[in-house]
């Protein structure tokens, strides 16, 4: 059975950094693009960024770019997310998520998903 476990989530202070991994297992991920969206409190589910399964494309959401940095290690079926300048806006519990198209996650439409992890930042 496919599964996305999310590890790295705590608490960190405003200008401080963060390092999310996403393990991904019982599945076949290969050509799987993967990536990362959040939810605030009261908000809507946000694209944070996703890879292409070579790494040779990313996107980012608005409110991240040049601050949050998507990558992968296919050797370990691995994703990971390293977030920095935070900022308490980005307090949110963060999710892994994996499909077979790139276009897909940015549309929170991806196939499969993790159970989150809460990434808190303090002012």
């Known amino acids: 059975q496919a599964q996305l476990v999310e590890s790295g989530g705590g608490t960190a202070q405003a200008g401080g950094s963060l390092r999310l991994s996403c393990a991904a297992t019982g599945g076949t991920y290969n050509g799987y693009a993967m990536g990362w969206l959040r939810q605030a409190p009261g908000m809507e589910r946000e694209f944070v960024g996703a890879i292409s399964w070579g790494g040779g494309r990313t996107r980012y959401g608005d409110a991240v770019k040049g601050r949050f940095t998507v990558s992968r290690d296919n050797a370990k079926y691995a994703a990971y997310l390293q977030m920095d300048s935070l900022k308490p806006e980005d307090t949110a519990v963060y999710y892994c998520?994996?499909?077979?198209?790139?276009?897909?996650?940015?549309?929170?439409?991806?196939?499969?998903w993790g159970k989150g992890t809460l990434v808190t930042v303090s002012s």
């Open positions: 998520a994996a499909s077979p198209s790139l276009g897909e996650l940015p549309q929170g439409t991806a196939k499969y």
